[in-house]
Each structure stands twice: as C-alpha cells, then as structure tokens.
C-alpha cells in the first residue's frame, strides 16, 4: 500500500488529504511505558515512525486514541506513571 507512485512520490498521492488516527491498547500499565519502564520508550517514541509516515504520505494526523488497560501503578503496575506519555 505504501509503495513509490501510490503514497509518497511524485505523483504517488493516493492518500494525500486522508487521516490518519493510531487506535491501540496496551495490556501493559501506564508505568511500563517510559525509558526506565519494562518497555524503555515512552508511547510518543513508539508511535514516532506512524507519525513520520503520515506526514509523508500528506496526511492529516488525529490525536492518537490510547487506551491503557493493565494495573496503574498506584495499584502494583509497573513503575511510575510518565507525564506526557501521548
């Protein structure tokens, strides 16, 4: 779907004016994603390359849609939560 002359090339923009929104969720509390978290990177690093793909194929990025669904940490999640995690 993201080849040259379809996405992101002269002439590819096939998705040029289209959204994009990321929809996920995590198993994991909110804690684990951070540098010192079980998953080292915080979710705007992991989310880093669908933003950058957007932005190449021309398209208009939506807030991502997070949605965290193990233990905070308060409740023996792991770690501490991150400010600015989205």
Same mark, same amino acid.
Not at 42 to 45: A, E, K, N, Q
Not at 64 to 69: E, R, S
């Given at each position: 779907m993201l080849s040259r002359d379809f996405a992101n090339s002269m002439g590819g923009n096939a998705l040029a004016g289209k959204y994009w929104r990321s929809v996920l969720t995590t198993g994991e509390p909110e804690g684990a994603y951070c540098p010192g978290g079980y998953n080292r990177y915080?979710?705007?690093?992991i989310l880093r390359p669908f933003k950058l793909t957007a932005a190449m194929c021309h398209m208009h990025r939506l807030t /991502?849609? /997070?949605?965290?669904?193990g233990p905070p940490a308060e409740a023996g999640g792991i770690g501490k939560p991150c400010h600015g995690l989205w």
């Open positions: 915080s979710m705007v690093d /991502p849609n /997070p949605g965290i669904l």
